[in-house]
Nanobody
Framework: QVQLVESGGSLVQAGGSLRLSCAASGRSFSSYAMGWFRQAPGKEREFVAGISWSWTGYSTYYADYVKGRFTISRDNAKNTVYLQMNSLKSEDTAVYYC???????????????????WGKGTLVTVSS
């Protein structure tokens, strides 16, 4: 069983920055594929960013709507994954969820069904 706890959500002005954190339990954290998803009011949950081990090292993946603005990273010593969000827009307002998969994921695998564990989410509100 893997437990995920997100933190860092807040109210921020458009153009600002925020860093989300997700602390994970589990002895094999370094092998987990870790991702961030979000769900805005009245909308479906969608993929934001992911990081997974590959034979060349860790690879990162981003949705087009956050590419160049958001950065995902991980600290395996702390069992934590981060989402640095810059140049925030009002449309980034959502509950952000951390998710883990107990296997490697490639670019086509980052979907809701591909994740094994979910956190409870943290709210990010961007005011315009």
């Amino acid at each position: 069983q893997v437990q995920l706890v997100e933190s860092g959500g807040s109210l921020v002005q458009a153009g600002g920055s925020l860093r989300l954190s997700c602390a994970a339990s589990g002895r094999s954290f370094s092998s987990y594929a870790m991702g961030w998803f979000r769900q805005a009011p009245g909308k479906e949950r969608e993929f934001v960013a992911g990081i997974s081990w590959s034979w060349t090292g860790y690879s990162t993946y981003y949705a087009d709507y956050v590419k160049g603005r958001f950065t995902i990273s991980r600290d395996n010593a702390k069992n934590t994954v981060y989402l640095q969000m810059n140049s925030l827009k009002s449309e980034d307002t959502a509950v952000y969820y951390c998710a883990a998969a107990l296997r490697t994921l490639d670019g086509s695998s980052w979907n809701l069904n591909g994740m094994d564990y979910w956190g409870k989410g943290t709210l990010v509100t961007v005011s315009s």
